[in-house]
């Protein structure tokens, strides 16, 4: 089992920056690869940026050159930058861990963009 706890979400205005926090425990030698996904109201869920156990990252088309995840091993810790927000970033950001034994999910975060 891993536990997820997001953090940092809030209101912004278009052109801000904020910052979300996921902090993993438990089983946490598991993990694959750590996700960020976001959900729209109305939209699907979607896949933000990802970092592998072996710090390979990829970033969707969407966010590319303005996000940026990045970990902390010593505070198991994966963190999502998010500069030149828009408000079409608007939504629930999800931190997901990718294990052996599936997937496991945070609470989610709101991020709110105001134009």
């Known amino acids: 089992q891993v536990q997820l706890v997001e953090s940092g979400g809030g209101l912004v205005q278009a052109g801000g920056s904020l910052r979300l926090s996921c902090a993993a425990s438990?089983?946490?030698?598991?993990?694959?690869?750590m996700n960020w996904y976001r959900q729209a109201p109305g939209k699907a869920r979607e896949l933000v940026a990802y970092?592998?156990?072996?710090?390979?990252?990829n970033y969707a088309d969407s966010v590319k050159g303005r996000f940026t995840i990045s970990r902390d091993n010593a505070k198991n810790t994966v963190y999502l930058q998010m500069n030149s927000l828009k408000p079409e970033d608007t939504a629930v950001y999800y931190c997901?861990?990718?294990?052996?034994?599936?997937?496991?999910w945070g609470q989610g975060t709101q991020v709110t963009v105001s134009s």
């Open positions: 970092i592998t156990s072996g710090g390979i990252t």
């Open positions: 438990g089983s946490i030698f598991s993990i694959n690869a």
């Open positions: 997901a861990a990718s294990t052996v034994r599936g997937r496991y």
